[in-house]
C-alpha cells in the first residue's frame, strides 16, 4: 500500500543576480515593494523583528503577502493532484492489470484514453519534483535586489502563514550572508568625478 504524499513547501530569499537553482514552481520580484530606511537597514537584515514589524506596516507587503499564500495553496493542490494518478496506478492488482489480456486489447486502450489519466512514455524524462517517494515538492522563490531585507522579510512572514499541518515548511535565504560588492556605483561616481576634473585642469 502507497503512503500517502508529503507536501514540503521550500521558500527561498534571494537577490536578482544570479537566478535562483533549481528554478522555484513560482517566483516573485518584491523590488517594487518601499525599502526599509537606510538607518534601519543598515543596522538589520530581513530577520529583525523590527524590520519586519516596519515592512508589516505597509500595505503593498500585505497584499503581496496574501496574494502568494492563495497562489501556493493552489499550486500545492495541482500539484497533488498530479501525484494522485500516479499512486492509483501503482495501486492495481498485478493480477488484475493482465486479466483477458488478449481479449480486450482494443477496449483497455480506449479505456485508458478516456480515463482520467493517461501512460505517457515522457514522464520517464520528466518525473515529478519529487524528492522521495511519497514527497511533493513546491519550490517558491522570492527576490529582491540584494536578497537582504525585503525579500528575506517576505520570506520570514511566509513561513508563519496558517498552513495545512500536514505540509513541511522549509526557509531558505540564498544570498542572506552575501557581503555587498563595495558600493560599485558610488566608486564609479568618484571615479567620474575625478576624470572630470583632471580634463577641466588641461583646458585651463
Not at 496574501?66 to 500539484?79: D, N, P, W, Y
Not at 515548511?169 to 560588492?181: F, G, I, P, S, T
Request: glycine residues 2%; negative net charge.
Amino acid at each position: 500500500m502507497s503512503r500517502p504524499p508529503q507536501p514540503v513547501l521550500i521558500i527561498y530569499s534571494h537577490g536578482r543576480n544570479p537566478p535562483l537553482q533549481p528554478p522555484p514552481d513560482l517566483k516573485y520580484d518584491l523590488r517594487n515593494i518601499p525599502n526599509p530606511p537606510k538607518a534601519l537597514r543598515d543596522v538589520s537584515d530581513g530577520c529583525s523583528k523590527r524590520l519586519r514589524e516596519h515592512l508589516l506596516s505597509e500595505p503593498k507587503f500585505n497584499q503581496r503577502l496574501e496574494l502568494v499564500e492563495q497562489e501556493v495553496l493552489t499550486a500545492m493542490e495541482s500539484k497533488l493532484a498530479e501525484y494522485a494518478p500516479s499512486s492509483t496506478v501503482e495501486s492495481i492488482p498485478e493480477d488484475q492489470g493482465h486479466a483477458n489480456e488478449h481479449d480486450s486489447l482494443p477496449e483497455e486502450k480506449d479505456s485508458r484514453t478516456n480515463s482520467s489519466w493517461v501512460i505517457d512514455d515522457r514522464n520517464e524524462e520528466e518525473p515529478k519534483a519529487t524528492s522521495a517517494d511519497n514527497e511533493v515538492i513546491l519550490r517558491v522563490g522570492c527576490n529582491c535586489a540584494l536578497g537582504h531585507h525585503r525579500s528575506v522579510a517576505f520570506v520570514e512572514e511566509l513561513a508563519r502563514r496558517d498552513w495545512p499541518k500536514e505540509w513541511q515548511v522549509q526557509v531558505e535565504h540564498r544570498d542572506l550572508h552575501v557581503k555587498r560588492a563595495g558600493r560599485t556605483r558610488a566608486k564609479q561616481k568618484s571615479i567620474f568625478r575625478e576624470k572630470k576634473a583632471d580634463l577641466t585642469e588641461q583646458y585651463i
